[in-house]
């Protein structure tokens, strides 16, 4: 008899039930044991509780999807490798060649990428309208991907307004919230179709795993899982773990990156150094009115400023002490970046101009550290 290993007397003590665990389990298995033909031919007919394959669906991953879902007031979710093969996925998912997507210039550059290089070469043409006149502009596009708050200048789009117009012209929603997270906005209760999330953002909010998250209806999330599961940017159930960690404290995390943006905010405003500031909750934001209608309990974690020039840019950023230079977002870290850098890197000169980016701008996430700590910083390295 060959040696082999006992997963059955390995299984036999797991607590369960009324003992259960109080956290959920890492299910660190890409397959899934079957104990007949019968329970496999019960598993294809869909709806049963068996698992097959992780890239399909992982007890763990699950539990996340859950979690998320709930966040965002949604029916179902499905989580992602990253926040890129979540937008993929949703995108390819709504459109073939010759559809059309409509969408405000400024959009996360991978987002922009992802329809000028890649979906372009399919058949899929994107035509880009003003903030302001996304809504009037969605008749006769398939899909409508929108932002809000925007990056880097954090334009707050009305996503009622958005998703109203979309839904009269037969247009799929799409929103990437990852700036608004659901602490601020719930965008499905705004009747939009599909919330994207850069989860690797504020929801696993440790800056330590790439996460994606698309949740809407059921009968939507099902449509795009027949997709997801073909595209294959799986979530890896160690890294839903950690995000079922990280949203324990989410809802706090958020409280104090809106407290000490908005400190910062109107902190800078006052500097001699910064020539305009971009916070939704500064009275100076022209969108400032419709973010107080539209976002609840604060207006974010991410500020962005203009020091005026490259080089001043440059100057500022290497002088940074406790901020860390570094691109993303949303972790306990402050973490600042310069878009023609980083986001909006390769962009021609028209392209920034549309996309609302200066050369003197300074893109910022504010962490978790003591605010009084953070204005410091900002100020010796305002200094010179
Ligand atoms: C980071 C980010 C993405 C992409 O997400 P990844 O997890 O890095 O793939 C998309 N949209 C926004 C707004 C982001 O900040």
New binding site residues.
């Given amino acids: 008899m060959h040696a082999h290993f006992d997963t059955e007397a390995v299984h036999a003590g797991e607590p369960h039930g009324d003992n259960a665990p109080l956290t959920v389990p890492i299910v660190q298995s890409t397959t899934f044991r079957f104990p007949s033909a019968a329970a496999v031919q019960e598993y294809l007919q869909g709806g049963s509780p068996l698992f097959m394959y992780s890239r399909d669906e992982n007890p763990t991953v699950r539990a996340a999807e859950r979690a998320v879902a709930g966040l965002e007031g949604g029916e179902d979710c499905i989580l992602f490798g ?4 979540a ?1 993929t996925c949703a995108i390819m998912a709504n459109v073939s060649a010759g559809d059309e997507v409509i969408a405000p210039a400024a959009l ?1 550059g ?2 922009y990428k992802l329809l000028r290089d890649v979906l372009a070469r399919f058949g899929v043409r994107t035509r880009y309208a003003a903030p302001e006149k996304l809504a009037q502009s969605c008749a006769g596009a398939k899909l409508c991907v929108f ?1 809000s708050p925007t ?1 880097p200048t954090l334009r707050v789009l009305d996503i009622a307004a958005i998703a109203a117009a979309c839904r009269k012209a037969g247009t799929v929603s799409l929103i ?1 919230s ?2 608004g997270t659901p602490y601020t906005q719930r965008p499905l209760e705004s009747g939009v179709d599909v919330v994207m999330h ?1 989860a ?2 504020y929801l696993n909010g440790h800056s330590d795993h ?3 998250a698309l949740v809407g209806s059921r009968e939507r999330i099902e449509s795009i899982r027949v997709l997801s599961r073909k595209l294959g940017a799986a979530l890896d159930p160690q890294a839903a773990y950690d995000l079922l960690r990280g949203l324990k404290t989410f809802a706090l995390r958020m409280e104090r990156h809106s407290q000490s943006a908005l400190d910062l905010a109107r902190f800078l405003e006052q500097q001699k150094g910064v020539v305009r500031v971009w916070y939704p909750g500064l009275a100076s934001h022209p969108d400032h009115a419709l973010a107080t209608r539209q976002m609840q309990r604060g207006f974010g974690g991410m500020v962005t400023f203009s020091v005026g020039t490259r080089e001043r840019a440059f100057r500022f950023w290497d002088r940074l002490k406790l901020c860390a230079r570094a691109a ?2 949303g972790g306990p870290e402050t973490l600042t970046s310069l878009p023609i850098l980083f986001s909006h890197t390769g962009y021609s000169a028209e392209e920034l101009a549309r996309a609302g980016v200066d050369e003197g701008m300074v893109r910022m996430s504010v962490g978790l550290e003591d605010v009084r700590d953070l204005r410091a910083d900002l100020a010796q390295a305002l200094e010179s």
């Fill in positions: 990253s926040g890129m093969g937008m996360y991978g987002t932002e990056n990437d990852t700036f850069s690797t953002k790439l996460v994606g993303s977002l």
